[in-house]
């Protein structure tokens, strides 16, 4: 028995609506995974960072030396993940006040802003995917 032509004209329709539904499908869902790897990569970074950050903090001999320091590891740190550093900031408190006095706790807590990737104007927007932040603390030891 042969097709008619009305069978015959819907022959190679199934393929087109596959690819169509697929690509409608796969998209979406590698842009989640793409975002979801952003974030994962940001929050590597910022618990790197402020580990650091403090390490690098109570080995400075002075105040000013150490939040220099402090802000280069988080620099350094970000950079090796691969965030920008203008979407970072680095926080800073001390037990008792004198961040460097022996067995005083020096607190770092960095703060990342992760953008949605492949995004036009995201700065304008304000289009974010995700706010993180990690701290760590480091006891000044008594001997240095």
Avoid: W
Wanted: charged letters at 15%.
């Amino acid at each position: 028995m042969r097709p008619s032509s009305h069978e015959r004209a819907e022959q190679g329709n199934a393929v087109v609506e596959f690819v169509f539904l697929s690509l409608l499908l796969m998209v979406p869902l590698v842009y989640f995974i793409i975002t979801v790897g952003q974030i994962q990569g940001g929050s590597f970074a910022v618990v790197g960072a402020a580990d650091q950050a403090a390490k690098v903090y109570v080995a400075q001999p002075d105040a000013a030396r150490a939040r220099a320091a402090a802000e280069q590891a988080v620099l350094l740190a970000l950079a090796d993940y691969g965030q920008p550093a203008d979407n970072a900031r680095m926080d800073t408190s001390c037990v008792p006040a004198d961040c460097l006095a022996p067995g005083s706790t020096v607190t770092v807590t960095v703060h990342l802003t992760v953008p949605l990737p492949f995004v036009p104007f995201s700065d304008a927007l304000h289009l974010n995917a995700s706010h993180l932040s990690a701290s760590a603390t480091q006891l000044v030891g008594r001997f240095r």
